[in-house]
């Protein structure tokens, strides 16, 4: 709890600074909260190797943002979802999800699979570091 109602201020306004809308221009992934960065992230990369996801996973992404009144990460969304314009940090993760995939067809492997058993047995690994990882192992199987 703080100590006095400045910090609460303080706190409103850095919410404020990582969570509203941007105006001047369209967000990028570093433009948003760190947990929406990594929870926008898994999305995008365990859509590609699932090659798509049920809607209501969609669904659930953008309500947990509504929920938290996190404007910005689903502004960043509706440049993929809405506008059908994604942006090119959204294509770099999906490109990095497909490379895995051809690497783990080439070895007669299911990358999402090998994607989501990483993860239950390493819950806390961010979802970009668990995609390199991956592809680590795979290399070093040829």
């Known amino acids: 709890?703080?100590?006095?109602?400045?910090?609460?201020?303080?706190?409103?306004?850095?919410?404020?600074a990582l969570h509203a809308r941007l105006f001047d221009r369209e967000p990028d992934l570093f433009d948003l909260a760190t947990d929406a960065q990594t929870r926008i992230r898994r999305f995008a990369i365990e859509e590609r190797l699932e090659h798509g996801l049920p809607a209501v996973e969609l669904l659930d992404l953008y309500r947990g943002f509504e929920l938290a009144g996190d404007e910005r990460a689903r502004q960043y969304l509706d440049r993929v979802y809405v506008e059908r314009n994604s942006p090119p940090d959204w294509l770099d993760l999906q490109g990095e999800a497909a490379r895995l995939i051809d690497m783990a067809e080439a070895r007669g492997r299911d990358a999402g699979r090998l994607y989501a058993d990483l993860l239950r047995t390493s819950p806390g690994l961010e979802p970009v570091t668990a995609l390199h990882l991956l592809v680590e192992r795979l290399t070093l199987q040829r």
């Not at 703080?2 to 706190?11: C, G, T």
């Open 1 to 16: 709890m703080p100590d006095d109602l400045d910090e609460l201020e303080d706190d409103d306004a850095a919410f404020e």
